[in-house]
Every structure is written in structure tokens, then in C-alpha cells.
């Protein structure tokens, strides 16, 4: 059974930085395509950023270019999310996901999800 427990969420100040893990257990993931999401109050589940797991291969939203960095530890079997020059409008409940066939990075074709941590930025 896949599991995916993030933990690194806090409450920071405009401008500081936080580090998300995503430590992924049950199976082989070299061939997944791992990814990053967050959801605001009444607002849709978005994308964040996305690595393969194999590859390295990694994807970013573009509101977070620059400012946020996705790796992965192969023999932790972990992803980080490094999120530096935090904005209000990054608060979010952050989720950690799995996609099997390692293509496609959307909400909707996840297969496995984490229970979340929660980032609060204040202004």
C-alpha cells in the first residue's frame, strides 16, 4: 500500500522560507512522477511543482518559478519542496501525490495522495 505523509508546514512571514517533505513508502517509484499541489479556502486543488522520479525531470506552476525548488532523495525515498520569498497568496494546504505512469502531472491523474500540511504566510 502506498503511503505519502508530508510534514514542514508552518506559519512564516512574508519573505521567509519553509521546506516540505513528501517521505513515499510501499512500492518502487523510479518510474512515478511525483508532484506537489495546494489548495486555498474555496478555491480549486492547483499544481505546484512536479519531479520524475527517475529522470530528475522537474516542473514548476508559474507563479512559483523561481522562488520554489522540487528534489528527491532516491534512497530516502523522499521529495522536498523548498519554498523561499514566501507570498500571502502561497497559503494552502500542500499535498505531496504520486502518478504512475510518470506522464501526466494534473490533480486529476494522481493516483496516490498524502494528508496534507498546512502553510500559513503571513502579511
Known amino acids: 500500500q502506498v503511503q505519502l505523509v508530508e510534514s514542514g508546514g508552518g506559519l512564516v512571514q512574508a519573505g521567509g522560507s519553509l521546506r516540505l517533505s513528501c517521505a513515499a513508502s510501499?512500492?518502487?517509484?523510479?518510474?512515478?512522477?511525483m508532484g506537489w499541489f495546494r489548495q486555498a479556502p474555496g478555491n480549486e486543488r492547483e499544481s505546484v511543482a512536479a519531479?520524475?522520479?527517475?529522470?530528475?525531470?522537474?516542473y514548476y506552476t508559474d507563479s512559483v518559478k523561481g522562488r520554489f525548488t522540487i528534489s528527491r532523495d532516491i534512497a530516502k525515498n523522499t521529495v522536498y519542496l523548498q519554498m523561499n520569498s514566501l507570498k500571502p497568496e502561497d497559503t494552502a494546504v500542500y499535498y505531496c501525490?504520486?502518478?504512475?505512469?510518470?506522464?501526466?502531472?494534473?490533480?486529476?491523474?494522481?493516483?496516490?495522495w498524502g494528508k496534507g500540511t498546512l502553510v500559513t504566510v503571513s502579511s
Open positions: 510501499g512500492r518502487t517509484f523510479s518510474n512515478y512522477l
Open positions: 501525490a504520486a502518478e504512475a505512469e510518470g506522464v501526466v502531472w494534473s490533480p486529476s491523474a494522481m493516483d496516490y
Open positions: 519531479i520524475k522520479w527517475g529522470s530528475g525531470s522537474t
